[in-house]
């Protein structure tokens, strides 16, 4: 298919990158407007997810236009296939970050129900995870790509002490710390959700590099 080809698939790949970068970010910055407090910074990540929308229907069109005009066969079909899936993925996951933002300008003017330690690590494990899957389907690293797999139990196991502790601790023994409790609760489900989006962009990385479906086939990962 020709020199061109070649670099529109390069152009296509840095869009994807650039993604993952923003859909990162806004996670990082959604937390940190929790952390800090910062209703400013929670509304900017709320009205920044318009630009990240935009660039997810630019990479769609132009997936389709690869195909349409250069009806690309075996690994640079899957190549621009999964890349439309992994764009998805990423815009669901700015889309999550938005749901944090909101929940944070919730809570953002009552006081702080506990430090937050756990939370913050989770949110961790979900930025490392973005940059991991990104970096694998980039690199076609099938390694790297199920090492993402296996971090999602990490982050199942502390959304479960998160979820423990709020219920637990503070919900069970003072009824009245509710309200900001079930915050706290939804942003630690959030962040789980996002573990889960990077492990579909993981197998679907998997299936692009090796066209084997592993998904719903833990099996196939050994």
């Known amino acids: 298919m020709g020199k061109h080809f070649d670099e529109e698939l390069r152009d296509l790949n840095n869009d994807i990158l650039k993604m993952g970068v923003f859909a990162e970010e806004a996670i990082y910055r959604s937390i940190e407007a929790l952390k800090n407090r910062d209703k400013n910074m929670a509304q900017d990540v709320i009205n920044n997810d318009r630009s990240i929308d935009e660039?997810?229907?630019?990479?769609?069109?132009?997936c389709l236009d690869?195909?349409?005009?250069?009806?690309p066969m075996a690994g640079d079909l899957r190549f621009i296939t999964t890349g439309m899936k992994i764009n998805a993925e990423l815009e669901r996951i700015a889309d999550i970050a938005v749901d944090?933002?909101?929940?944070?300008?919730?809570?953002?003017?009552?006081?702080?129900?506990?430090?937050?330690?756990?939370?913050?690590k989770l949110a961790e494990i979900a930025q490392n995870m973005i940059k991991?899957?990104?970096?694998?389907?980039?690199k076609g690293d099938i390694v790297l790509a199920k090492k993402v797999l296996a971090s999602d139990s990490g982050a199942d196991q502390l959304r479960n002490v998160i979820q423990k502790e709020l219920i637990e601790d503070y919900m069970v023994k003072d009824s009245t710390t509710?309200?900001?409790?079930?915050?706290?609760l939804l942003i630690a489900r959030f962040l789980e959700r996002i573990c889960d989006h990077t492990t579909n962009i993981a197998e679907d990385v998997i299936y692009m590099v090796?066209?084997?479906?592993?998904?719903?086939?833990?099996?196939?990962?050994?």
């Not at 944090?100 to 913050?120: A, N």
């Open 55 to 62: 660039l997810e229907l630019i990479v769609d069109e132009k």
């Open 66 to 71: 690869l195909i349409a005009r250069h009806q």
């Open 100 to 120: 944090i933002g909101q929940r944070t300008l919730e809570i953002v003017d009552k006081p702080l129900l506990k430090p937050l330690i756990d939370i913050p």
């Open 132 to 138: 991991m899957s990104i970096d694998a389907f980039i």
């Open 178 to 184: 509710a309200p900001r409790a079930v915050q706290l």
């Open 210 to 222: 090796q066209a084997e479906v592993v998904k719903h086939h833990p099996e196939k990962l050994k």
